[in-house]
């Protein structure tokens, strides 16, 4: 599955019926790119029917489960509902996994046929899920079906967030500015008594853009120890998704992104003007550039 994305048209009115189709299909094609678990993972080896039958049991092992919703994936886009839409019920049932990785991809998933009734559901209920990941991947897959029921979510991919000490005591590591962090990566130690240390991990991908907290020195509970930006990946899926379904209270949010901040890449600049040009268009206000 490539990484490429077709740019955006900066739109100059309102869309018509004829826009509305193209945007539901670009939003279809968005998320067949599954950003937040294509991660240094590869599921290319072809299975056969009874193979992903078998690993769709939620007994098997999480990462035979990853590959075969993958290779749904790929029969879904070469071959259309039809041909997959037997294991849709499979499908469902794994939305309650225990891995958090499986249900990240089945979120991803199930945002790929916006025809499935039942996957509205099940995505609807995966935004409390209890996993950050999880909650953006049906976010953006909601998308799809039209919904903006997973807009807040989305905001908070723009976000940056404060990662606090989760006890007192003498913080040992942490990270510097500028380090880029996937999901599950150490941010920091603190050793909490002679014989206890406690690992302080990121929730979710991003950078750190400030240090909040000096190794050495005694932090307690609640600190904060590190701010930390989101990723280009994640800015870039969000401000596609508000393209859709972002509204004018979104454009402040959005603005900093216009900057020419070189940590921003012209992608994401670019993007942040095209999805600024659409909220103000849906809500028939003219763009500074139109006046």
């Known amino acids: 599955m490539s990484n490429q994305r077709d740019k955006l048209e900066t739109p100059k009115r309102r869309p018509g019926w004829g826009a509305n189709l193209l945007a539901v299909a670009f939003v279809f094609l968005a998320i067949l ?56 019920p499979d499908v469902g049932k794994l939305a309650g996994h225990p891995t958090p990785e499986v249900r990240m991809t089945v979120a991803w998933l199930m945002g790929q046929d916006p025809a499935a009734a039942e996957f509205r559901d099940r995505l609807t209920r995966l935004l409390q899920d209890a996993d950050p990941l999880v ?23 723009l976000a940056s967030r404060r990662i606090v000490a989760p006890a007192s005591g003498e913080l040992l590591f942490r990270r510097s500015e500028g380090d ?24 979710v991908p991003g ?28 800015v870039w899926e969000a401000l596609r998704a508000l393209y859709f ?10 603005q900093p992104f216009l900057s020419e901040n ?9 993007q942040a003007g095209f999805t600024i040009s659409a909220i103000r268009n849906r809500a028939g206000v003219a763009n500074p550039e139109e006046d």
């Open 33 to 88: 790119v599954p950003f937040l678990f294509w991660q240094q993972t590869w599921f290319g080896t072809a299975l056969s029917d009874e193979e992903i039958g078998k690993n769709l049991d939620p007994a098997a092992k999480p990462r035979k489960i990853q590959h075969a919703l993958v290779q749904l994936s790929e029969r879904l886009t070469d071959s259309g509902p039809a041909a997959v839409a037997a294991w849709y």
């Open 135 to 157: 909650r953006r991947n049906a976010a953006l897959s909601l998308v799809a079906f039209g919904e903006a029921s997973g807009r807040e979510e989305v905001r908070g991919m």
């Open 180 to 203: 880029s962090l996937r999901a599950g990566a150490l941010v920091a130690r603190i050793q909490v008594d002679a014989g206890t240390h406690e690992e302080v991990r990121a929730a």
């Open 207 to 234: 950078v750190v853009e400030e240090s909040l907290a000096e190794e050495g020195t005694g932090v307690t509970a609640g600190q904060p120890l590190v701010s930390m930006a989101p990723e280009e990946d994640q």
């Open 245 to 254: 379904i972002g509204e004018m209270r979104d454009l402040p949010l959005i």
């Open 262 to 270: 070189p940590m921003l890449s012209d992608r994401v600049r670019q």
